[in-house]
Protein backbone atom coordinates (compact mmCIF):
# COMPACT_ATOMS: atom_id res chain seq x y z
CA UNK A 1 0.00 0.00 0.00
CA UNK A 2 1.28 3.42 -0.43
CA UNK A 3 -0.03 7.17 -0.19
CA UNK A 4 -0.79 7.46 -4.16
CA UNK A 5 -4.32 7.48 -3.45
CA UNK A 6 -3.73 11.00 -2.42
CA UNK A 7 -2.47 11.91 -6.27
CA UNK A 8 -5.64 10.67 -8.03
CA UNK A 9 -8.13 13.46 -6.29
CA UNK A 10 -9.20 17.07 -5.88
CA UNK A 11 -7.55 17.12 -2.63
CA UNK A 12 -6.28 20.45 -1.70
CA UNK A 13 -6.26 19.97 2.27
CA UNK A 14 -3.98 17.41 3.81
CA UNK A 15 -3.59 16.72 7.61
CA UNK A 16 -1.29 14.62 9.30
CA UNK A 17 -2.16 13.75 12.78
CA UNK A 18 -1.15 10.78 15.77
CA UNK A 19 -0.05 10.65 18.86
CA UNK A 20 3.32 12.34 20.24
CA UNK A 21 6.35 10.94 18.51
CA UNK A 22 5.21 8.52 16.25
CA UNK A 23 6.61 10.89 13.34
CA UNK A 24 3.62 13.06 12.28
CA UNK A 25 5.82 15.71 11.39
CA UNK A 26 8.52 13.69 9.69
CA UNK A 27 5.62 12.02 7.45
CA UNK A 28 3.80 15.12 6.83
CA UNK A 29 7.35 16.90 5.48
CA UNK A 30 8.10 13.84 3.46
CA UNK A 31 4.87 13.72 1.67
CA UNK A 32 4.99 17.77 1.04
CA UNK A 33 8.73 16.90 -0.50
CA UNK A 34 7.45 14.34 -3.00
CA UNK A 35 4.02 16.70 -3.91
CA UNK A 36 6.17 19.59 -4.57
CA UNK A 37 7.26 17.59 -7.20
CA UNK A 38 3.99 18.22 -9.31
CA UNK A 39 2.38 20.64 -7.07
CA UNK A 40 2.56 24.31 -5.47
CA UNK A 41 2.28 22.98 -1.97
CA UNK A 42 2.21 24.96 1.15
CA UNK A 43 3.12 23.27 5.06
CA UNK A 44 1.95 24.34 7.48
CA UNK A 45 2.43 23.14 11.42
CA UNK A 46 -0.40 24.59 14.27
CA UNK A 47 1.74 22.26 16.65
CA UNK A 48 2.59 24.57 19.97
CA UNK A 49 5.74 23.04 19.67
CA UNK A 50 6.65 23.16 16.12
CA UNK A 51 9.73 21.08 14.52
CA UNK A 52 9.23 21.75 10.88
CA UNK A 53 12.42 23.52 10.67
CA UNK A 54 14.43 20.36 11.71
CA UNK A 55 12.93 18.14 10.28
CA UNK A 56 13.79 20.14 7.21
CA UNK A 57 17.22 20.93 8.61
CA UNK A 58 16.33 25.22 7.99
CA UNK A 59 14.70 27.33 10.02
CA UNK A 60 10.73 28.24 9.02
CA UNK A 61 9.24 31.70 10.01
CA UNK A 62 5.71 32.31 10.71
CA UNK A 63 5.19 33.52 7.12
CA UNK A 64 5.33 31.16 4.09
CA UNK A 65 9.39 30.19 3.87
CA UNK A 66 11.08 28.82 1.04
CA UNK A 67 12.58 25.15 1.31
CA UNK A 68 15.92 25.49 0.07
CA UNK A 69 16.54 23.06 -3.41
CA UNK A 70 12.30 22.82 -3.48
CA UNK A 71 11.41 25.45 -6.05
CA UNK A 72 7.84 24.62 -5.23
CA UNK A 73 7.69 23.87 -1.60
CA UNK A 74 7.30 26.40 1.41
CA UNK A 75 6.46 26.11 5.08
CA UNK A 76 5.16 28.29 7.67
CA UNK A 77 4.79 28.19 11.70
CA UNK A 78 1.95 28.73 13.02
CA UNK A 79 2.16 29.93 16.99
CA UNK A 80 -1.26 29.27 18.39
CA UNK A 81 -0.78 30.32 21.38
CA UNK A 82 -0.19 34.04 19.61
CA UNK A 83 -2.72 33.80 17.50
CA UNK A 84 -5.46 32.83 20.17
CA UNK A 85 -3.82 36.23 22.38
CA UNK A 86 -4.33 38.29 19.71
CA UNK A 87 -8.26 37.02 19.51
CA UNK A 88 -8.52 37.27 23.52
CA UNK A 89 -7.11 40.99 22.84
CA UNK A 90 -9.46 41.60 19.74
CA UNK A 91 -12.89 40.20 21.63
CA UNK A 92 -12.12 39.22 25.13
CA UNK A 93 -12.27 42.34 27.25
CA UNK A 94 -16.02 42.61 27.11
CA UNK A 95 -16.36 39.61 28.52
CA UNK A 96 -13.42 39.61 31.37
CA UNK A 97 -15.70 43.49 32.10
CA UNK A 98 -18.80 41.28 32.47
CA UNK A 99 -17.81 38.47 34.78
CA UNK A 100 -15.31 40.11 36.60
CA UNK A 101 -18.78 42.71 37.80
CA UNK A 102 -21.06 39.90 39.16
CA UNK A 103 -20.74 36.70 41.37
CA UNK A 104 -20.90 34.73 37.76
CA UNK A 105 -17.84 33.20 38.07
CA UNK A 106 -19.34 30.06 40.17
CA UNK A 107 -19.01 27.35 37.99
CA UNK A 108 -15.85 25.78 36.14
CA UNK A 109 -16.79 26.37 32.49
CA UNK A 110 -17.42 30.34 33.17
CA UNK A 111 -13.99 30.23 34.95
CA UNK A 112 -13.15 28.67 31.46
CA UNK A 113 -15.14 31.44 29.48
CA UNK A 114 -13.41 33.97 31.56
CA UNK A 115 -9.66 32.51 30.76
CA UNK A 116 -10.88 31.80 27.24
CA UNK A 117 -8.45 28.94 28.20
CA UNK A 118 -10.87 25.86 26.27
CA UNK A 119 -8.83 23.16 25.14
CA UNK A 120 -9.22 22.92 21.40
CA UNK A 121 -9.56 26.87 21.13
CA UNK A 122 -5.93 27.27 20.10
CA UNK A 123 -5.97 24.63 17.65
CA UNK A 124 -9.42 25.70 16.36
CA UNK A 125 -7.81 28.88 15.73
CA UNK A 126 -4.84 28.11 13.79
CA UNK A 127 -6.96 26.17 11.76
CA UNK A 128 -9.13 29.26 10.99
CA UNK A 129 -5.51 31.09 10.02
CA UNK A 130 -4.56 28.26 8.25
CA UNK A 131 -8.20 28.73 6.07
CA UNK A 132 -7.95 32.58 5.80
CA UNK A 133 -4.84 31.53 4.38
CA UNK A 134 -5.93 29.51 1.78
CA UNK A 135 -9.00 31.92 0.67
CA UNK A 136 -5.91 34.48 -0.46
CA UNK A 137 -3.45 32.04 -1.95
CA UNK A 138 -2.71 30.33 -4.62
CA UNK A 139 -1.11 27.24 -3.32
CA UNK A 140 -2.42 23.98 -4.76
CA UNK A 141 -1.86 21.58 -1.62
CA UNK A 142 -1.91 22.64 1.83
CA UNK A 143 -0.73 20.21 4.40
CA UNK A 144 -0.98 20.37 8.16
CA UNK A 145 1.28 18.54 10.87
CA UNK A 146 -1.12 18.72 13.83
CA UNK A 147 -0.50 18.62 17.29
CA UNK A 148 -1.06 15.46 19.07
CA UNK A 149 -4.19 13.38 18.95
CA UNK A 150 -6.51 14.92 21.58
CA UNK A 151 -6.46 18.01 20.55
CA UNK A 152 -7.87 17.76 17.42
CA UNK A 153 -10.38 15.64 18.72
CA UNK A 154 -11.64 18.34 20.83
CA UNK A 155 -13.09 20.44 18.15
CA UNK A 156 -15.70 18.17 18.70
CA UNK A 157 -16.92 19.79 21.88
CA UNK A 158 -16.69 23.11 21.22
CA UNK A 159 -20.11 24.21 19.65
CA UNK A 160 -21.66 22.79 22.54
CA UNK A 161 -20.06 24.39 24.51
CA UNK A 162 -20.15 28.11 22.57
CA UNK A 163 -24.14 27.41 22.71
CA UNK A 164 -23.78 26.65 26.49
CA UNK A 165 -22.02 30.31 27.13
CA UNK A 166 -24.36 31.99 24.63
CA UNK A 167 -26.71 30.58 26.33
CA UNK A 168 -25.91 31.97 29.59
CA UNK A 169 -24.91 35.39 28.26
CA UNK A 170 -28.73 35.72 26.73
CA UNK A 171 -29.89 34.84 30.63
CA UNK A 172 -27.37 37.87 31.77
CA UNK A 173 -28.49 40.45 29.45
CA UNK A 174 -31.92 39.48 30.49
CA UNK A 175 -31.40 39.32 33.40
CA UNK A 176 -29.87 43.24 33.85
CA UNK A 177 -32.48 43.88 31.46
CA UNK A 178 -35.12 43.27 33.48
CA UNK A 179 -33.55 44.70 36.85
CA UNK A 180 -31.03 46.52 35.97
CA UNK A 181 -31.78 48.18 32.96
CA UNK A 182 -28.14 49.44 32.62
CA UNK A 183 -27.09 50.61 29.14
CA UNK A 184 -23.43 50.52 29.56
CA UNK A 185 -23.60 46.54 30.63
CA UNK A 186 -26.03 45.70 28.32
CA UNK A 187 -24.09 46.74 25.15
CA UNK A 188 -21.32 45.18 26.64
CA UNK A 189 -23.28 41.98 27.18
CA UNK A 190 -24.22 42.42 23.25
CA UNK A 191 -20.40 42.67 22.31
CA UNK A 192 -19.93 39.67 24.32
CA UNK A 193 -22.32 37.92 22.58
CA UNK A 194 -21.54 39.01 19.13
CA UNK A 195 -17.65 37.57 20.20
CA UNK A 196 -19.52 34.00 21.30
CA UNK A 197 -21.03 33.96 17.83
CA UNK A 198 -17.83 35.04 15.73
CA UNK A 199 -16.21 32.11 17.94
CA UNK A 200 -18.75 29.74 17.06
CA UNK A 201 -18.45 30.59 12.91
CA UNK A 202 -15.27 29.96 13.22
CA UNK A 203 -15.29 26.10 14.47
CA UNK A 204 -18.04 25.98 11.57
CA UNK A 205 -15.86 27.08 9.04
CA UNK A 206 -13.10 24.82 10.37
CA UNK A 207 -15.58 21.88 10.72
CA UNK A 208 -17.12 22.42 6.93
CA UNK A 209 -13.79 22.55 5.23
CA UNK A 210 -12.84 19.32 7.07
CA UNK A 211 -15.95 17.44 6.31
CA UNK A 212 -15.49 18.12 2.63
CA UNK A 213 -13.87 14.43 1.59
CA UNK A 214 -13.50 15.92 -1.94
CA UNK A 215 -10.64 18.75 -0.33
CA UNK A 216 -9.90 17.17 3.01
CA UNK A 217 -8.02 14.18 3.62
CA UNK A 218 -6.51 13.13 7.20
CA UNK A 219 -4.02 11.01 6.70
CA UNK A 220 -3.43 9.07 10.96
CA UNK A 221 0.34 8.11 11.46
CA UNK A 222 1.10 5.88 14.25
CA UNK A 223 3.34 2.80 15.39
CA UNK A 224 2.76 -1.10 15.88
CA UNK A 225 2.31 -0.81 19.55
CA UNK A 226 -0.33 -1.48 21.97
CA UNK A 227 -1.31 2.39 23.36
CA UNK A 228 -0.92 3.37 19.76
CA UNK A 229 -2.76 1.55 18.12
CA UNK A 230 -5.68 1.88 20.87
CA UNK A 231 -5.53 5.81 20.54
CA UNK A 232 -5.21 5.22 16.97
CA UNK A 233 -8.83 3.80 16.67
CA UNK A 234 -9.79 6.53 19.29
CA UNK A 235 -8.51 8.98 16.96
CA UNK A 236 -10.35 7.36 13.55
CA UNK A 237 -13.42 6.57 15.73
CA UNK A 238 -13.68 10.86 16.15
CA UNK A 239 -12.56 11.55 12.99
CA UNK A 240 -15.35 9.41 11.93
CA UNK A 241 -18.18 11.52 14.83
CA UNK A 242 -16.74 14.10 13.09
CA UNK A 243 -17.54 12.98 8.91
CA UNK A 244 -13.19 13.88 8.30
CA UNK A 245 -12.48 11.68 5.80
CA UNK A 246 -9.33 9.06 6.74
CA UNK A 247 -8.44 6.44 4.45
CA UNK A 248 -4.43 6.33 5.11
CA UNK A 249 -3.07 5.03 7.82
CA UNK A 250 1.25 5.29 7.88
CA UNK A 251 2.36 2.79 10.62
CA UNK A 252 6.34 4.24 11.24
CA UNK A 253 9.53 3.02 12.69
CA UNK A 254 8.75 -0.97 11.86
CA UNK A 255 11.56 -2.91 11.90
CA UNK A 256 12.64 -4.49 8.69
CA UNK A 257 11.72 -8.60 8.54
CA UNK A 258 15.09 -9.85 7.32
CA UNK A 259 17.25 -8.18 10.21
CA UNK A 260 18.71 -10.93 12.92
CA UNK A 261 17.63 -11.66 15.94
CA UNK A 262 16.78 -8.20 18.26
CA UNK A 263 15.19 -6.90 15.11
CA UNK A 264 13.74 -10.42 13.82
CA UNK A 265 11.75 -9.92 17.76
CA UNK A 266 10.95 -6.60 17.56
CA UNK A 267 9.41 -7.15 14.32
CA UNK A 268 7.64 -10.68 15.23
CA UNK A 269 5.54 -8.51 18.06
CA UNK A 270 5.18 -5.74 15.80
CA UNK A 271 3.58 -7.95 13.15
CA UNK A 272 0.81 -8.56 15.97
CA UNK A 273 -0.37 -4.97 15.74
CA UNK A 274 -0.10 -4.21 12.24
CA UNK A 275 -2.03 -7.24 11.85
CA UNK A 276 -4.48 -5.71 13.66
CA UNK A 277 -4.35 -2.44 12.09
CA UNK A 278 -5.10 -3.85 9.19
CA UNK A 279 -8.07 -5.77 10.18
CA UNK A 280 -9.40 -3.17 12.48
CA UNK A 281 -9.07 0.04 10.44
CA UNK A 282 -9.93 -2.20 6.91
CA UNK A 283 -10.51 -0.37 4.12
CA UNK A 284 -8.05 2.18 4.83
CA UNK A 285 -4.78 2.08 3.12
CA UNK A 286 -2.06 0.86 5.18
CA UNK A 287 1.64 2.06 4.59
CA UNK A 288 4.37 0.73 6.65
CA UNK A 289 8.04 2.47 7.22
CA UNK A 290 10.75 1.04 8.08
CA UNK A 291 12.77 2.30 11.59
CA UNK A 292 16.04 3.96 9.76
CA UNK A 293 19.21 3.70 11.79
CA UNK A 294 19.36 7.73 12.06
CA UNK A 295 16.46 10.38 12.23
CA UNK A 296 15.08 11.09 9.20
CA UNK A 297 16.53 14.90 8.70
CA UNK A 298 17.47 17.37 5.76
CA UNK A 299 15.57 17.50 2.22
CA UNK A 300 17.48 13.90 0.97
CA UNK A 301 16.43 11.98 3.28
CA UNK A 302 12.94 13.59 3.43
CA UNK A 303 13.27 13.41 -0.85
CA UNK A 304 14.32 9.57 -0.49
CA UNK A 305 10.74 8.51 2.32
CA UNK A 306 8.60 10.58 0.04
CA UNK A 307 9.37 8.84 -3.10
CA UNK A 308 8.81 5.73 -0.75
CA UNK A 309 6.19 6.37 0.81
CA UNK A 310 4.45 6.92 -3.17
CA UNK A 311 6.02 4.07 -4.59
CA UNK A 312 3.24 1.30 -5.00
CA UNK A 313 3.53 -2.76 -4.45
CA UNK A 314 5.92 -3.03 -1.93
CA UNK A 315 4.68 -4.35 1.90
CA UNK A 316 6.64 -1.59 3.38
CA UNK A 317 8.88 1.26 2.61
N1 LIG B 1 11.01 5.74 10.26
C1 LIG B 1 11.87 6.45 11.03
N2 LIG B 1 13.13 6.02 11.24
C2 LIG B 1 14.00 6.72 12.01
N3 LIG B 1 13.70 7.87 12.63
C3 LIG B 1 12.47 8.36 12.46
C4 LIG B 1 11.48 7.69 11.67
N4 LIG B 1 10.34 8.44 11.71
C5 LIG B 1 10.62 9.49 12.49
N5 LIG B 1 11.89 9.47 12.94
C6 LIG B 1 12.58 10.42 13.85
O1 LIG B 1 11.88 10.39 15.10
C7 LIG B 1 11.80 11.68 15.67
C8 LIG B 1 10.34 12.05 15.95
O2 LIG B 1 9.65 12.19 14.70
P1 LIG B 1 8.61 13.39 14.46
O3 LIG B 1 9.17 14.67 14.98
O4 LIG B 1 8.24 13.32 13.03
O5 LIG B 1 7.42 12.89 15.38
P2 LIG B 1 6.07 13.68 15.74
O6 LIG B 1 4.96 12.69 15.76
O7 LIG B 1 5.92 14.85 14.84
O8 LIG B 1 6.41 14.15 17.20
P3 LIG B 1 5.58 15.25 18.07
O9 LIG B 1 4.35 14.55 18.57
O10 LIG B 1 6.53 15.58 19.15
O11 LIG B 1 5.27 16.38 17.14
C9 LIG B 1 12.49 12.63 14.70
O12 LIG B 1 13.79 12.83 15.14
C10 LIG B 1 12.48 11.86 13.37
O13 LIG B 1 13.58 12.19 12.55
MG1 LIG C 1 5.67 16.91 15.30
Redesign the pocket.
Known sequence: MSLNGLLDTSLQFILFG?K???????MAAATAVELAKTHKVLIFTT?P?P?LGD?FGQAIGSDPTTIAGMPNLYAMEIDARKVLKEFKEEYGGEILDILQQGTYLADEETEELFQLDVPGLDEVMSLKKVIDFMQNSDYQIYLVDTA?TGHTLRLLTLPELLDQWIKFLATLRWKYHTVVRHFAREERIEKADEFLLEMKRTVKKVQALLQNAEKTEFVV?TIAEKMAVSETGDLLRGLERMHISSRHIIV??VFPREEADFARQRRAFQERYVQAIKQEFRPRSITE????PT???GIDKLQTLGMQLFTESKEEV
Request: proline share 4%.
Open positions: GGGVGKTTDASSPVNNVILQEIQ
